[in-house]
């Protein structure tokens, strides 16, 4: 089955705390990219991906790092997560930028 | 202004309705439209997929793009309980953009 694992779903943290958030995708995806989502805010990119080793910043790359050293795998990195990188985020996956995109189930990300 | 508007809602309506989703935009590179659907708990999931302007139709739902209004539409027939979702309405030329979602309830 073609999907987007994101693990962990749920994670409470504290200030400062390094944490990684993994993606995988089995659909042999050139383009991946990670998101969050906020009330009133929609979907903001955060960081992209267009192939292994390519990665670019988004919308609201502050306070995240990513990484693509094999073609499935996309983790979104926080090194000292901050109460306002609480929110929902969802990492994706296309074949190219404007095809359709594949999200995974989402991690709700707390930070206390 | 942000660069895609998108009413939030929430909208209710009764179940058979004909709802109408609208959003605006201000970029007019922007070439292709999409509408995803996202239930509670879940990641958006692709509707509609338009490029240009024009209408597309997959059964229940019809895709409007007027691109010399920057106007979107979809349209959703005979509307029913498993369409309440929050819809959302994407747009991209370089950069993939998104509106803020419109959060349905059909009622029973």
């Known amino acids: 089955e073609a999907q987007v694992t994101q693990n962990p779903r749920y994670l409470i943290t504290v200030t400062g705390k390094k944490l990684t958030v993994t993606c995988s995708q089995n659909m042999n995806h050139e383009y991946m990219s990670w998101y969050r989502q906020d009330p009133g805010l929609g979907l903001r990119q955060i960081y992209y991906s267009m192939n292994v080793e390519v990665t670019d910043k988004g919308d609201v790359p502050e306070g995240y790092k990513v990484s693509r050293k094999e073609k499935r795998n996309f983790p979104l990195i926080l090194e000292s997560p901050s109460p306002n990188q609480t929110s929902l985020y969802f990492c994706a996956s296309s074949l190219f930028m404007n095809t359709e995109a594949f999200f995974g189930q989402g991690t709700r990300l707390t930070v206390v | 202004q942000k660069e895609v508007e998108q009413d939030p809602g929430p909208l209710s309506v009764p179940e058979g309705a004909i709802v109408s989703l609208n959003c605006t935009y201000s970029n007019s590179a922007f070439q292709y439209f999409m509408w995803y659907r996202q239930y509670s708990r879940k990641g958006p999931e692709l509707l509609m997929y338009t490029y240009s302007s024009g209408n597309k139709e997959d059964g229940r739902f019809t895709a409007q793009v007027d691109k010399s209004s920057k106007y979107i539409s979809l349209f959703i027939r005979d509307s029913q309980p498993s369409d309440s979702a929050t819809y959302l309405c994407?747009?991209?030329?370089?950069?993939?953009?998104f509106g803020a979602g419109t959060r349905l309830t059909v009622k029973p």
């Open positions: 994407a747009m991209s030329d370089n950069d993939m953009r």
